[in-house]
């Protein structure tokens, strides 16, 4: 079993930046593909952003290329989402999600899931 932890988000304004954390325990992050996903009010979950096992691969939704960035820690278990250049269409619940996979945008592909944690941005 694998359990993650996200920091808390918060409040920023409108091209601000943000940096969230995910912790992992049970299980080295190390094992795991992570990625990170976002759900705003009314819409579906949608993927954000992807690290491979190792940390060298990485993958973004189009919509945060440029914008964001994910990395890996594996000795602190943890994986991190940089959020810069911030807009209002960034405001959402963000999950961290670990599993048996890599890069993978499909929320299927990941076994476990953070209890999310709101990122809200002023205009």
């Known amino acids: 079993q694998v359990q993650l932890v996200e920091s808390r988000g918060g409040l920023v304004q409108a091209g601000g930046s943000l940096r969230l954390s995910c912790a992992a325990s049970?299980?080295?992050?190390?094992?795991?593909?992570m990625a990170w996903f976002r759900q705003a009010p009314g819409k579906e979950r949608d993927f954000v952003a992807a690290i491979s096992r190792g940390g060298i691969g990485t993958y973004y939704a189009d919509s945060v290329k440029g914008r964001f960035t994910i990395s890996k820690d594996n000795a602190k278990n943890t994986v991190y989402l940089q959020m810069n250049s911030l807009n209002a269409e960034d405001t959402a619940v963000y999950y961290c999600a670990a599993g048996l996979t890599s890069l993978s945008s499909r929320s299927s592909s990941y076994d476990y899931w953070g209890q999310g944690t709101q990122v809200t941005v002023s205009s």
């Open positions: 049970g299980r080295t992050s190390s094992s795991f593909g």
